[in-house]
């Protein structure tokens, strides 16, 4: 295991070149694509995110963390079909109309894949429809809905009522986050949870599991 | 009208409150374009400068946070950034007469730079660079550079700034634990700002008077520098569909006092501050007159 205590290093360190070769060498040595996954992208990613809500690390480290991971990744990709791979969940993710702010969307899209979550990723200024639509052709486990303004965090509650209208709000669990985003504010809109950071996001997805 | 720097050395300044807010209080939709409303609504934000006037502030920020080319291109208004700005300033200009400085408000570009993101720094110059021969062809008195969180995009605003020869101002956002979200500490970030010639530094945004005030103490420290601040109206509560926020004019009075104490030069507000927000902090201010 030398080789996957290395790519953790690696990855927490930001080294894509690194994690590269070290996944590489990882299925030479006839680990199995999952193994690497686990107990080496995803106990890496685990680290960064605990490091980054203690605010030990910010966030330029996550995202060189992050561009790590996906070339680990991107290597062990190609196999996770063929060796039957599983995700545990998947989750789609957003943020809402009118609302163009990405970095904390994207955080946690990172930290849900490093988790070993599918992530689908609508990307920034999501309707109502396009979320209800994501949710019907995707089946996800999880909506996700991200807003920086405190403008914007009212299009929360207005995607809720599309999921309701459309007879898919129980088909799925709703969570929240964002800076003007509370608890409070979950529970008054009738969201399933609540996520601080995007550490908090894993946290709460596991829990709703 | 007096030089804005020997005013400062003079006396605290107080700087107006919130704009974003203000605008939707005024009927703004949800994810409009702000700087849009200084051609499409200029009786608005002439509106909003005019309260702020009235409460007794002497610095008065234009409506151009966001009105650099990238953010523009959301609405497709990329092609609008100088003429936005030097509107802004002159609606400002118009509101402030001789007697109230006018400040243009330098946000963030809206993405991040090489290598964290894709924005290359010669490109965030020229959107910046942009903002700022507007600006100056307005009529402004100062530029203020806010709300940034990577020191590397406060520092290419800043030498962009600079070269127009007005006095500049910048603020940081922190909160992270007392650090902005990418990581900067407010005593780092102003002695870099310092060597970069900034005229005034500070913090903005992000959290409530009372986190911004161990901020600022920081920065004290650090610098000699005139400082700013400008605080939120605490963190935003929703009451039913609507947005509020909780800290009252009392409060950011009796944090102005110690703002002062601690020697900022520049108090105002930021997000949830309004025009009965300024009014307390410049009723405090006064007392405290030099």
């Given amino acids: 295991m030398d080789n996957i205590e290395a790519l953790r290093e690696n990855l927490i360190a930001g080294k894509a070149d690194e994690v590269r070769k070290n996944v590489e060498e990882a299925l030479s040595l006839g680990l199995s694509a999952q193994t690497i996954l686990n107990e080496g992208l995803m106990k890496a990613m685990d680290v960064v995110g605990k490091r980054f809500k203690a605010n030990e690390i910010y966030v330029p480290e996550v995202l060189v963390a992050a561009r790590a991971m996906h070339a680990g990744m991107d290597v062990l990709k190609p196999l996770f079909v063929k060796q039957g791979v599983k995700k545990i969940g998947k989750i789609v993710i957003g943020t809402v109309s009118g609302d163009l702010h990405d970095i904390g969307k994207n955080l946690v899209a990172v930290m849900m ?53 459309t007879g898919l709000r129980d088909k799925v669990k709703v969570i929240i986050g964002g800076a003007p985003v509370s608890r409070e504010f979950a529970k008054e809109i009738g969201a399933d949870g609540y996520a601080d950071d995007a550490r908090s996001a894993v946290e709460i997805a596991r829990e709703l599991m | 009208m007096k030089d804005f720097l020997s005013s400062l050395s003079s006396q605290v300044l107080v700087c107006d409150g919130a704009m974003g807010t203000m605008l939707v209080s005024k009927g703004l939709p949800p994810g409009g374009c702000p700087e849009e409303w200084n051609i499409t609504h200029p009786e608005v934000v002439m509106t909003i400068h005019k309260a702020y006037i009235d409460a007794g ?39 402030a007469g001789d007697k109230v400085f006018v400040a243009s408000s330098i946000g963030p ?56 020869g007005v006095p500049v101002i910048c603020t940081l956002t922190f909160d992270r634990g007392g650090r902005t979200m990418m990581g900067v500490k407010p005593d780092n970030a102003v002695r870099v700002l310092e ?96």
């Avoid at chain 2, 969180?149 to 962009?160: S, V």
């Avoid at chain 2, 945004?205 to 610098?223: F, N, Y």
């Avoid at chain 2, 109206?233 to 569909?241: D, K, N, S, T």
């Fill in chain 2, 109 to 164: 570009i809206g993405e991040l730079l090489e290598p964290f993101g894709i924005l290359k720094k010669e490109k965030a110059y020229d959107i910046f660079n942009e903002m700022v021969m507007a600006q100056i062809e307005g009529g402004v008195d100062v530029i203020i550079i806010e709300t940034m969180t990577d020191i590397e995009e406060a520092k290419i605003a800043l030498m962009a700034a600079k070269k127009s």
């Fill in chain 2, 57 to 95: 502030c002497d610095i008065i920020e234009t409506n151009t946070f966001g009105a650099n080319a990238t953010k523009l291109a959301h609405y497709s208004l990329e092609k609008e950034a100088y003429h936005l700005n030097k509107t802004a300033v002159k609606l400002a200009r118009q509101s």
């Fill in chain 1, 113 to 165: 894949e490093g988790a070993g979550f599918e992530v689908v990723d609508l990307g920034v200024d999501v309707s109502s429809e396009k979320f209800a639509d994501a949710v019907r052709e995707e089946k996800p486990t999880f909506l996700g809905m991200s807003a920086l303004l405190t403008t914007t965090m009212l299009s929360m509650p207005k995607v809720i009522d599309t999921l309701k209208e």
């Fill in chain 2, 195 to 290: 060597d970069e010639g900034a005229d005034v530094v500070g913090a903005n945004c992000g959290t409530g008077p009372e986190d911004m005030l161990g901020v600022v103490e920081i920065m004290r420290k650090a610098v000699h520098l005139p400082l700013i601040a400008q605080p939120n109206a605490g963190i935003p509560r929703l009451e039913g569909l609507k947005t509020v926020y909780d800290v009252l004019p009392e409060v950011i009075g009796e944090y102005t006092a110690r703002f002062i104490e601690i020697g900022v030069s520049i108090v105002g507000g930021c997000c949830g501050t309004t025009p009965a927000h300024i009014k307390r902090i410049a009723d405090i201010v006064r007392t405290y007159q030099r």
